[in-house]
């Protein structure tokens, strides 16, 4: 039978990076569940915590997911009173999003335990290694954007 694609799996880039993007997130969401958070609301509110006020659609760009998955995490978070959402000042139909205390207490806790995850992460490579593999990740995300039908 011949061979379906001439690409070979082993020389795809994307399916190492989904591999350590998939193991990055299987290390954290054990991490921050004693938290009380996933890891898509823990990144919401790490967003959130350095940037008050940001809307949802910027929130989703942020944090890597689609505007109805982002929708679907505030919810959960306003729902445990985690986050406040409020007109803007000139643009009533945007909601403006913010942290309340209890999301910033819950954030602190949470963003301790993903840490431990990153460091633990970072001691896998050198500090040359850990600025050309950020550097290279970068390059990749700006080719793969700037390639992306709008």
């Known amino acids: 039978m011949a061979p379906v694609t001439s690409m070979p799996a082993g020389e795809r880039l994307g399916s190492y ?3 350590a993007e998939q193991a990055l ?3 954290k969401n054990p991490a921050v569940k004693p938290a009380g958070v996933t890891v898509p609301q823990y990144a919401a509110l790490l967003v959130l915590n350095g940037n008050p006020g940001i809307s949802a659609a910027a929130l989703a760009r942020e944090c890597g997911v689609t505007p109805p998955t982002m929708n679907t995490v505030l919810a959960n978070l306003r729902e445990r009173g985690l986050i406040e959402r409020t007109p803007h000042a000139w643009h009533r139909n945007i909601l403006e999003t913010s ?9 602190a806790d949470a963003d301790a335990r993903a840490i431990h995850v990153e460091r633990t992460l970072a001691k896998e490579f050198t500090p040359e290694e850990r600025e050309t593999l950020m550097a290279l990740l970068d390059r990749a995300s700006a ?4 390639i992306r039908p709008e």
């Open 17 to 19: 990076i989904k591999r």
């Open 25 to 27: 997130q299987g290390a």
């Open 99 to 107: 942290l309340t205390a209890a999301g910033a207490a819950v954030l």
């Open 143 to 146: 080719r793969l954007d700037a």
